[in-house]
C-alpha cells in the first residue's frame, strides 16, 4: 500500500472567480485558544502546510485558502483561518459566501429550507452566514459582517510610478485603502491588471511607511491587508467596479466581500449611500456582490456600521494532496 509523508483532503470553490481550497482534513493537532492564538500557532509552527497548499506546483501565486476548524465560541458552528501566498488573514467575505456554498450543498451541516443559518469564528469576529437551499441546490449566500468604519479619511501619500493619490483607509474586517484609479490616469478592467497589480503595491507600501494601523479593539487585526481600488462600472448591472491588491501582489477576482463591506461604510459614513440601500459592487472579472448597511454602530470611538453582503459560489473539485518522501519541492515554491 502506497504512503505519503502528508495527505490533505480539500473541497475547491470559487466565489466570483475567485479561488478558496478549503481544508476539510489532514489539519495538524492545533492547540486551544483563541482563533487569533491558533492562527499565531500555526503561523509559528506549521506554515509548511500553507505553503504546501498555496505554492506552485499544487497552487499559484493568486491562490486563496481556508482551514476549518471547530467553534471556540458559543454560538458558532465552525472556526475558520484564511490563508493566501504571504500567510494569513484577518477575515474573508467571498471565503464565507464558498463555505457556505459547500457546507450546505455537501450535507457538512443539518440543512433547512428556505435557507442555513451558519455561523463562524473568524479571527476578526464573530460572522453569521445565511445560505439559500431549495433542497436539491445552495443558492445565493449572504453574511452579516463584524463592524465596518473609517480608519482615516483623505489619505495622501505619493509613490514613485503614480505620484501623489488620496484615499480613505476604511475596515471592513481587514483594513484596506481605498482609491479612485482615475487618480492614476486607469480604470478597473482586465488588461490593465499589471498597471493596477503595480498601483496597489506601490499605494499600500506609501500608506504601511505613514500611517500607524492600529484596531481600536483587537490589537491582533493592526495590519493594512491591501488597497482596493474602484472606477466607473465596466460590466453590466454594477455600481461600480473594483479590484483589490493584497498580500504580497494578490489579486481578488471576485469584488472582495471584506472590502465590498468596507465600502458600503465609507460611502454610508460619507452620506453617500442610504440605510438599507442596495449597492452592486463588481469585480475586475465581472462577477458582482451586493450589499446594505443594516445599522449604524460604533467601533471604539469611531463611527461605524454593520453590513450584510451576499454572492454565488460554485463548487470545482474535491481532492486528496499527497506528498512523496522524495519530492524536491516539499513546500512548493513562487514564482510569478
Known amino acids: 500500500m502506497l504512503s505519503y ?18 481544508v476539510v482534513s489532514g489539519l495538524p493537532k492545533i492547540p486551544a485558544g483563541t482563533i487569533l492564538e491558533q492562527r499565531a500557532w500555526l503561523r509559528e509552527h506549521r506554515d509548511d502546510l500553507r505553503r504546501f497548499l ?23 458552528d465552525f472556526g475558520v483561518i484564511f490563508i493566501h501566498n504571504e500567510g494569513y488573514s484577518d477575515m474573508c467575505g467571498h471565503g464565507i459566501i464558498a463555505l457556505g456554498k459547500v ?17 463562524f469564528d473568524a479571527p476578526a469576529g464573530f460572522i453569521e452566514a445565511f445560505v439559500e437551499w431549495d433542497g436539491v441546490r445552495a ?78 479593539l483587537e490589537p491582533g487585526l493592526n495590519t ?60 475586475i472579472v465581472g462577477s458582482n456582490f451586493g450589499v446594505r448597511v443594516t445599522a449604524a454602530t460604533k467601533v471604539g470611538d469611531f463611527d461605524g456600521a454593520l453590513t450584510e453582503v451576499s454572492g454565488y459560489a460554485h463548487i470545482m473539485s474535491t481532492n486528496q494532496w499527497v506528498l512523496e518522501e522524495s519530492d524536491p519541492f516539499p513546500t512548493g515554491f513562487f514564482l510569478r
Do not use: W
Open 103 to 119: 457546507l450546505v450543498e455537501m450535507g457538512y451541516v443539518e440543512r433547512t429550507q428556505p435557507q442555513t443559518r451558519i455561523c
Open 224 to 283: 493594512l491587508y491591501g488597497t482596493i481600488i474602484d472606477s466607473e462600472p465596466n460590466f453590466p448591472g454594477a455600481d461600480q467596479s473594483n479590484v483589490c491588491i493584497f498580500a504580497d501582489r494578490e489579486v481578488d477576482r471576485s469584488p472582495t466581500g471584506t472590502g465590498t463591506s468596507g465600502r458600503a461604510a465609507q460611502l454610508f459614513l460619507r452620506g453617500q449611500l442610504a440605510l438599507d440601500q442596495h449597492y452592486v459592487n463588481g469585480s
Open 54 to 76: 498555496m505554492n506552485e506546483p499544487r497552487g499559484h501565486a493568486d491562490m486563496y485558502g481556508a482551514y476549518l476548524l471547530p467553534p471556540v465560541t458559543a454560538g458558532a
Open 139 to 216: 443558492g445565493k449566500v449572504s453574511f452579516n459582517n463584524v463592524p465596518a468604519f473609517i480608519y482615516r479619511r483623505d489619505v495622501e501619500v505619493e509613490t514613485p510610478g503614480f505620484g501623489k493619490i488620496t484615499g480613505d483607509i476604511v475596515f471592513g474586517g481587514a483594513f484596506y485603502y481605498y482609491i479612485n484609479a482615475a487618480q492614476a490616469g486607469l480604470t478597473v478592467k482586465p488588461e490593465l491588471v499589471r498597471q493596477l497589480i503595480q498601483l496597489g503595491a506601490e499605494t499600500k507600501a506609501a500608506v504601511m511607511a505613514k500611517v500607524a494601523i492600529a484596531h481600536p
Open 5 to 22: 509523508t502528508r495527505t490533505v483532503q480539500t473541497i475547491d470553490a470559487h466565489t466570483g472567480g475567485e479561488p478558496l481550497r478549503i
